[in-house]
């Protein structure tokens, strides 16, 4: 399996909460760990944002923030994944002290840790800015991608309430990524429209867009996203809990699909969403029957989507190709 929208603070396993908060003094609640999941009733975007807000509060020192980053790497890895993109904000994790350097330094402490032996598998780190942030703090981001682009960081992200400020309001920041070459996703689409999709393509550079869902396949849009080659990162049951989506019928696969835009399936949050890829390709098998060749084509995306070199494409392709049918009964069991 691949995973290209993953986030890390909400992807923590219950034996990583019950660790952290025990080392850290902190409570997880009485009503946990169903507290650690999107609840049944959840009405939008901003209150499935809530349920980040215990994690976040157990990630705010450096052993923390490797302790979680090598515990996801190693889950991935035993589940039989192959490559993951694994994204955080290190602002959201400053309020005891540590410097967003610190947090950036430790999450890759964590993740080369855990990747010392590991054979056909690989995972690298998206740095977030946030929606709901000051520019001062955004910009730090910016740098810290910059400055540890090329070193286990492969890109920056846009994240947070969607509805927050428009594009157009972080041009600055993410024009200074460009030019820096590093490179961009931004969420978009997902509790907004398709006008925040296409900014996202035009003012701030975006490859890749997190969700888009809801872009308008006008011709103009399609002609645009197939020429600049824009990768998307369908979230299925994530649209579903933050009301996004109504069904799985409705998330638009084969719409995107038919007009030759690359869609990839992915987690974005395996605890608070309680999902994981193959889960997400579960639900999607069911509602549209998808092949074998299908799924392959979904997977290689990701692969093709992903922020590495060729050659790692590549040897990427050769280890799906002999690990399809593995994925695909499991898929359909």
Known sequence: MIDLHLHLDGSLSIEDFQYLAARNH?????????????????????????????????????????????????????????????????????????SQEDAVISALSGLNNALRGKENFDANLILCCMRQADYHTNHETVRLAAKYKGKKVVCLDLAGPEAFHTGDYYKSLFDEAHDNDVDIIIHAGEACGSDEVIRAI????????????????????????????????????????????????????RNFDKYGIMVTINSDNMTVSNTDVLQEYRHLYKTFNLTKQEVRHLLANSIEAAFISVDEKMKFLKELDKRIDDYYNKIIE
Not at 31 to 55: H, I, W
Not at 65 to 93: C, N
């Open 26 to 98: 902190v409570d997880l609640g009485k009503d946990f760990p169903s507290n650690v999941y999107v609840p049944e009733g959840c009405r939008s975007l901003e209150e499935y944002l809530t349920r980040f807000d215990l994690p976040c509060a157990l990630m705010q020192d450096e052993f923390s923030i490797a302790y979680v980053t090598k515990s996801l790497v190693e889950r991935l890895y035993k589940a039989g994944y192959i490559y993951a993109e694994i994204r955080f904000a290190p602002l959201l994790h400053t309020l005891k002290g540590m």
């Open 202 to 253: 035009d003012l701030l550079h975006a490859k890749r867009i997190g969700h888009g869902i809801h872009l308008d396949l006008s011709r103009e849009n399609v002609r645009k996203v197939i020429e600049k080659r824009i990768a998307f990162e369908f979230c299925p049951t994530s649209n579903l809990q933050t009301k996004s989506l109504t069904d799985y019928q409705n998330v638009p696969l």
